[in-house]
């Protein structure tokens, strides 16, 4: 049977180990810098800084979406942003992705928010594909930007200047 419902700080070992498949899935092993302490302490905090729905088919977890609070300023509302979504691949092609998707989904509604948003690495055409079929569009004109590490503080440090124009 497969069920869908809130992570819970208890969960933290299970969010962290998907994660780190998906990051191993993406090419970026590495680059998961997440612990089970630090997941859980987040969950438990009076304004945690994400929500995580569990899929969990007979029992056995088997994939998660994590999402946070996003706003588009064009719609005065608020909205979704879905920062992973992942399937164990044991549990590919069996509803799971769908089933959480349509779960976050049906948050988003009853919360009014007025659009869903997450990003696919280029390469990625299974879940390109898949949500394509759900009805979803990539937003072409657009590109994703990062600030992080060095560059991130770098900009932090820059002192203000005096004529806003040359900002």
């Given at each position: 049977m497969l069920i869908c419902r809130p992570a819970t700080p208890e969960d933290a070992p299970h969010i962290v180990a998907l994660i780190a498949e998906l990051a191993a899935y993406e090419r970026e092993p590495a680059a998961a810098e997440a612990?089970?302490?630090?997941?859980?302490?987040?969950?438990?905090?009076?304004?945690p800084?994400?929500?995580?729905?569990?899929?969990?088919?007979d029992g056995a977890v088997a994939g998660f979406a994590l999402s946070f609070r996003s706003y588009s300023t064009w719609r005065a509302r608020p909205g979704t942003y879905l920062e992973d979504l992942f399937?164990?691949?044991?549990?590919?092609?069996?509803?799971?992705?769908?089933?959480?998707?349509?779960?976050?989904a049906r948050v988003?509604?009853?919360?009014?928010?007025?659009?869903?948003?997450?990003?696919?690495?280029?390469?990625?055409e299974l879940a390109a594909g898949f949500y394509r079929?759900?009805?979803?569009r990539p937003m072409n004109d657009w590109v994703l930007w990062r600030l992080d590490g060095d560059a991130l503080e770098a900009v932090a440090a820059l002192p203000p200047r005096d004529d806003p124009s040359t900002a």
């Open positions: 612990t089970p302490e630090m997941i859980a302490a987040q969950l438990r905090s009076p304004s800084p994400f929500e995580c729905l569990l899929a969990e088919v399937v164990r691949p044991g549990h590919r092609g069996k509803g799971v992705a769908r089933a959480l998707l349509s779960r976050l988003a509604m009853e919360r009014g928010d007025g659009r869903m948003d997450w990003a696919v690495l280029d390469w990625n079929r759900l009805g979803a």
